[in-house]
């Protein structure tokens, strides 16, 4: 493993940089707190250079998100118009249409970039949602005990056993179609597992003594949940979103593919529901199809490779492969 | 830990590794505290109140089921009886005495003490669009489920556990890069997306290769005895191999990194020392103390067998409670997706319960 490792210079950067330098005349707090943040994200990004997958997997993000931002100018804004459609229906992949034409003849590759944007926002706004959720439910779990605590993790658990796929399914078929109806049904779906990571974590910091030291100092509940605790299970609960953004992206075209989605908007998910509708499979047509699994495999694994990569700089005993 | 997922299999895992740790810092299992009568006898009896304690938390759990599945599906989507009739032109005598059968005319509350009672004696209402039993339907699709998820997590689990111990004993090498790297990536892959490509390469035919497996089903209908088995298995090979692919991953990462956590264990060195051959340090000693985490992980996977091949079943037409499902779903046929999701859900709840009441006999460590 040192030997695919060894071209990335981590361990010579110089020292001096390592801790915190002491300031020449007393700089304020707020300047000391900021420097301090600065060089543990200088060092954390010294370390995630090293996973060379993660490396991988956050170049790869950063294209394709480039791509659905920019599709308006990259394939143009009228591409999922069904009436202007350029081509003629179901052309299989030529120099005009590198990717084929779908049922209404419109281009595939287009559709493709367009359908970055649901993908992502969808996977991005779920899994900020159901993170969100955990953190919350999790750090006042382990922060407030007696019936509270009970109760919530009570609560956690029976969400945890629901089979998260059919529940997710059932609420999205009870409510309207739309993209913020399948963004609601992954969020309160998936978000047990990051609450009971968090409150792991919570009553870990909790039981240090500096938080005592706090509350001795007359700081309340919300001043130690939100200056002490959170900070402290910031780092777990990102590498947790990178991990949950993933799950959510497959989530998401799971739905859209049985028909769940919204119908207005292009998703991956949704076009390989049209590439089924449209008798692909007994065709043959594997052009159709391939493409936009082959684009969720890979932003779902990118985002996979990124949270290992954050876990094992965050926590080095799991030996995570590089 | 270490898979991407909201899966509760992985965070189950997790936790009990953690309590693993917490009891008995670094040591192997065999470390677990002083035997003799009286501990053993004290032991029994927390093991009891630990087995009570898991149940009540299991009842409890049904009975929140019970209730969601009542009040998700019956106060949401509007008014089932013009849902039943589809449009349809009814008189409103029709619809009072529709109204009436199904008892929509009670008060709420008299609903779900009803909805409760039925549940208890196995009664699940009618299904609104096959007018049979939703019982029959489950009981009618239970078997073949069980046979293609079955065999399944049979083979992942297997297969997971196999190659997770290759790929930890031989850290960092090229297999080991090569099989986790496989293993992420085919996880990373919709289930229903894999499937469809199989059928268009191994079903439909693609270039030169001939339609070599039937593109869905579970039967072709003319066949008895030993051949109905072989047609079977037939109809089985391209959605069995689509559940492993997607399913191996997550038992492969679990095997991985828990044997990693054991590798660097005195005990192996002092086993080492004695002289035995690789092979026996891994096999009897490493391995069957990496293993309580994938223990724990195969039976909430268990529980998920049941309701894990929604989209294969439905892709492959595969006749079992998945499809049922998804076809309930698309009327929707409120009775019977009622059903199902109580059947999903006390799979999951019946298995975690069981891998909770006998982890604490593997791990004498956990629950004590």
């Known amino acids: ?322 | 830990m270490t898979a991407a997922d909201s899966n509760p299999a992985a965070i189950l895992a997790a936790e009990a590794e953690a309590a693993a740790k917490g009891a008995a810092p670094g040591g192997p299992a065999e470390q677990a505290g002083p035997r003799g009568r009286g501990p053993r006898a004290r032991n029994t009896r927390a093991y009891l109140q630990y087995v009570a304690g898991k149940l009540g938390g299991a009842l409890v759990s049904m009975f929140a089921v019970l209730v969601t599945s009542f009040f998700l599906f019956r106060l949401i989507p509007g008014d089932p009886v013009k849902q039943m009739t589809g449009g349809r032109r009814v008189s409103s005598e029709q619809l009072a005495a529709m109204r009436a059968e199904f008892g929509l005319d009670d008060p709420v509350w008299q609903q779900f003490t009803d909805y409760c009672g039925n549940v208890l004696t196995g009664d699940f209402g009618t299904s609104y669009q096959f007018h049979t039993p939703v019982m029959d339907k489950i009981t009618e699709a239970i078997g073949p489920t069980l046979w293609l998820t079955g065999t399944a997590y049979v083979l992942y689990t297997v297969i997971g556990i196999w190659l997770g111990t290759r790929s930890a004993w031989r850290n960092g090498r090229i297999g080991d890069r090569f099989h986790t790297g496989l293993a992420l990536t085919l996880y990373s892959v919709p289930s229903f997306w894999l499937g469809l490509l199989l059928i268009i390469t191994f079903s439909v035919g693609a270039g030169p290769l001939p339609g070599l497996f039937p593109t869905g089903g579970m039967e072709s209908g003319d066949e008895s005895g030993f051949a109905y088995v072989m047609d079977v298995a037939h109809h089985m090979i391209l959605p069995v191999i689509t559940l492993v692919a997607v399913g191996y991953a997550q038992t492969l990462l679990v095997m991985r990194s828990s044997l990693l956590d054991e590798m660097g264990s005195d005990y192996l060195t002092t086993a080492r020392a004695k002289g035995l051959r690789d092979d026996l340090v891994r096999r009897r000693h490493a391995v069957p103390n990496a293993l309580l985490p994938t223990v724990t992980l195969m039976f909430v996977n268990l529980g998920t067998v049941v309701a894990g091949a929604i989209l294969v079943e439905t892709v492959f037409s595969w006749p079992g409670l998945g499809g049922l499902f998804y076809q309930a779903l698309s009327v929707p046929d409120l009775p019977l997706v009622q059903g199902l999701f109580f059947v999903f859900a006390t799979a999951v709840i019946l298995m975690n319960t069981v891998a909770d009441v006998i982890y604490p006999l593997l791990d004498p460590r956990v629950g004590r």
């Open chain 1, 1 to 322: 493993m040192t030997a695919e490792t060894a071209d990335v210079p981590a361990p010579q950067e110089p020292e001096n940089t390592r801790e915190p330098q002491l300031p020449k005349e007393a700089r304020s707090p707020r300047a000391l707190a900021w420097t301090r943040r600065r060089h543990s994200a200088a060092r954390f990004w010294r370390e995630y250079r090293t996973h060379r997958a993660g490396v991988f997997g956050l170049a790869a993000l950063v294209l394709i998100t480039l791509a659905a931002v920019f599709a308006p100018l990259l394939v143009g804004a009228d591409a999922q118009s069904v009436t202007e459609a350029p081509g003629e229906a179901m052309q299989s992949p030529s120099g005009e249409f590198p990717l084929g034409t779908d049922q209404f003849g419109r281009d595939l590759l287009a559709l493709l970039v367009w359908g970055a944007r649901i993908s992502l926002t969808v996977g991005l706004l779920a899994a900020f949602l159901s993170v969100a959720i955990g953190t919350v439910v999790g750090i006042t779990a382990g922060h407030f005990r007696g019936w509270y605590a009970t109760v919530i993790m009570r609560v956690t658990d029976w969400f945890l056993v629901m089979p998260t796929l059919v529940l997710a399914i059932a609420l999205a078929s009870v409510m309207d179609r739309s993209i913020w109806t399948i963004v609601l049904a992954i969020g309160v779906t998936t978000w047990p597992t990051t609450a009971r990571l968090v409150r792991a974590q919570t009553l870990a910091v909790e039981s240090r003594p500096y938080i005592e030291r706090a509350q001795a100092l007359g700081g309340g509940h919300g001043h130690i949940m939100a200056r002490h605790v959170l900070p402290n299970v910031m780092p777990l609960v990102l590498a947790q979103t990178t991990l949950v953004i993933s799950s959510a992206i497959l989530t998401e075209a799971t739905l859209a593919f049985l028909g769940l989605g919204d119908p207005t908007v292009v998703s991956w998910g949704g076009l390989l529901q049209d590439a089924r509708e449209a008798g692909a499979v007994s065709a043959g047509d594997w052009w159709y199809l391939a493409p936009p699994g082959i684009a969720i495999a890979v932003v779902a694994l990118a985002f996979t490779l990124c949270g290992r990569a954050v876990e094992s700089v965050l926590n080095p005993r799991l030996g995570v492969s590089r």
